[in-house]
């Protein structure tokens, strides 16, 4: 059975599309992993087991039947507990929309059923995916599979950890500031946040609507790249919606061919905060990348050290306004209605109940960063620096084809270590904030481990936007050079966590 | 921008503004935090000149529209299906009458 678990997706596509193996003997694998050691790693909020099994049952009988089946049909997927899916809850992490279960699928989620994928459950994430750890989910942290008493990672935790605990092969992640790759990096996987507009928000609970781009996670570039094509592409639904083919990414990610790409190294996003391990594993990625025939740059984007600053300025001013939506009055909590209180009492005490500790953090800093009076050195002077950030990134792609970073400064940090200090979790996502608010696409990719800790590192990729191709050569490209420099592929060092 | 350190009875009136009734311990430990914050954010105020342009968004899209077209939407039961109560086919909430006073 550990065999199909460790297959990769587009391995276990082939099988099912033969009939080597059935969809539903690959479904009951995972939901069987799901059951024996999610109880240690808290990746799922919910599990669909009966839903799953039926939708394999359906693409078996597809295939027997000899219809033609999609490039991911009958491969279980987890989706973060973000997106709507008609059937079982959505809770976004929070006490506000528990047991809340959403009227219609996000078109992430109906994508992945049209192209007959078997959706496991929902994962965990840090409440309305504000945080870097999973620590402020109202439903317990996640735990990473490396290490049992450290984060997965975070906004998008669940996600990554079940990846890398062999509970899904493949899962749906959302990044605002860093919550696809930063979990990435941290638990040895791959992640990627697609072009903003390159992939729909609609159905998908808003954070920073500015930011906000849902995307794939899985354990190989190849995996990521195949998920990434069956969800992205033009919405109507989305306003923000890119009207533009999806770039060619799963052939740059079988392709793997850097030969005479020009890589740039950022300059701001090394030295003081950065462990040793993650800075000499980002170093080696650098050596066999140029072995594998690119060409290694130095450039300076002065501006991004400003990133963090600016996002946290920008963030909390859209999650002040985005969240005002839970008024109590239409779904989900509603707290102390006892038919004295006025509607606007029900509703103070309902958010104060309902939401956590880093949430109501966010909007009260965006409420004072919006409030009049400081709106203009605040939010005013964050937005101008966003200008200045991108344009940092328009340089630089004058004379490089990506750029290249740490994805995120530390290994896994424990649990507990952080989460009574908010800048220390903030600068998580020190180096992933600035192709958010540039709209960039970047993906991280499995470095090796920190020989300090024995724990994964991370390498950030950003393209132009949608260029997203690029990343996956690179990524790919990784992949390949340490399968041949270390004797194995980097996955066959991920730990199989015993029930 | 301000340098004065936020104090908790700020931070109650943001709160107020945003309708979030916080407890007195909270009030008590998001002071100082939300003043480590803010205090790191404020190196953006003398980045930027006058001439350089806010940007909102990523991406240079204005003005996107779609078909004015009749589509099947959500029925009355859809619609009040997660509503925390409701009454006749409409949605039930606490008393509006009477809060100016």
């Not at chain 1, 309305?128 to 906004?155: H, V």
């Not at chain 1, 638990?187 to 390159?198: A, E, I, L, R, S």
């Not at chain 1, 939506?325 to 509703?347: C, F, H, I, K, Q």
């Not at chain 1, 470095?447 to 996956?472: F, N, S």
């Amino acid at each position: 059975m550990s065999e199909i678990l460790t297959a990769t997706a587009a391995e276990l596509a082939r099988r099912i599309a033969t009939g080597e193996q059935s969809a539903e003997e690959v479904t009951r694998a995972h939901l069987d992993r799901i059951e024996a050691v999610d109880p240690k790693v808290n990746a799922f909020l919910a599990v669909d087991s009966e839903r799953a099994l039926a939708t394999a049952r359906q693409v078996d009988a597809k295939r027997s039947a000899g219809e033609e089946l999609g490039p991911l049909a009958g491969v279980p997927i987890a989706v973060k507990d973000l997106l709507c899916y008609q059937g079982l809850p959505t809770t976004a992490g929070s006490r506000m929309l528990e047991g809340w279960v959403p009227p219609y699928n996000a078109t992430v989620v109906d994508r992945l059923i049209a192209a007959d994928m078997v959706i496991l459950g929902k994962t965990n994430l840090d409440e309305f995916a504000m945080g870097s750890s999973t620590e402020t989910s109202a439903y317990g942290p996640s735990r990473n599979p490396w290490d049992l008493d450290r984060i997965p990672g975070g906004s998008g935790g669940g996600s990554s950890a079940a990846v890398a605990s062999f509970e899904a092969p493949l899962a749906i992640g959302t990044d605002t500031g860093g919550s696809i790759r930063q979990p990435a990096s941290v638990t040895g996987t791959v992640g990627v946040k697609p072009t903003y507009g390159g992939s729909s928000r609609y159905g998908i609970i808003a954070m920073a609507s500015s930011l906000d781009q849902p995307g794939p996670c899985a354990r190989t570039t190849e995996d990521a790249a195949l998920l990434h094509a069956v969800i992205a592409g033009h919405d109507p639904m989305d306003a923000t919606s890119i009207q533009a083919p999806v770039p060619p990414v799963v052939e740059a990610a079988r392709s793997g061919d850097v030969a005479g790409m020009k890589i740039g190294i950022v300059r701001e996003f090394a030295g003081d905060g950065y462990a040793p391990g993650v800075e000499q594993r980002f170093q080696e990625s650098l050596t066999l990348l140029e072995n594998a025939g690119a060409e290694l740059v130095e450039v300076s984007c002065p501006h991004f050290v400003h990133a963090l600053a600016t996002y946290y300025l920008i963030m909390p001013a859209e999650v002040s306004s985005n969240l005002a939506r839970y008024d109590a009055m239409r779904y989900g909590l509603r707290v102390g209605d006892d038919g004295e209180r006025s509607t606007e009492e029900v509703m103070r005490l309902t958010r104060g109940r309902g939401f956590g500790s880093e949430v109501k953090r966010r909007i009260i800093i965006g409420t004072h960063a919006l409030s009049s009076g400081y709106y203009d050195a605040y939010y005013g002077s964050a937005q101008k620096v966003r200008t200045l950030i991108r344009q940092d990134f328009d340089q630089a792609f004058t004379s490089v084809d990506v750029l290249v970073s740490p994805s995120t400064p530390t290994t896994a940090f424990r649990i507990g270590e952080r989460i009574d200090d908010p800048m220390s979790m903030y600068r998580a996502d020190l180096c992933t904030i600035p192709a958010n608010l540039a709209g960039n696409a970047a993906g991280s990719f499995p470095a090796g481990l920190a020989p300090e800790d024995g724990l994964p590192v991370g390498l950030q990729v950003m393209a132009p936007p949608m260029a997203d191709d690029r990343i996956y050569r690179v990524g790919a490209a990784l992949e390949r050079a340490q399968a041949s420099a270390w004797g194995a592929p980097f996955t066959s060092q991920i730990p199989f966590l015993e029930a | 921008m301000s340098s004065a350190p936020l104090t908790s009875a700020d931070v109650a009136r943001l709160a107020s503004l945003a309708r979030i009734e916080l407890t007195p311990q909270e009030l008590e430990q998001f002071a100082p935090q939300l003043d480590v914050i803010l205090e790191s954010v404020t190196s953006v105020a003398e980045l930027a000149g006058a001439d350089v342009e806010p940007t909102s968004h990523a991406l240079p899209l204005t003005n996107v529209f779609r078909a004015d077209e009749v589509r099947p939407s959500f029925t009355a039961a859809q619609a009040l299906a997660g509503a925390p109560a409701a009454e006749d086919n409409r949605f039930s909430v606490p008393r509006i009458l009477d809060e100016e006073a």
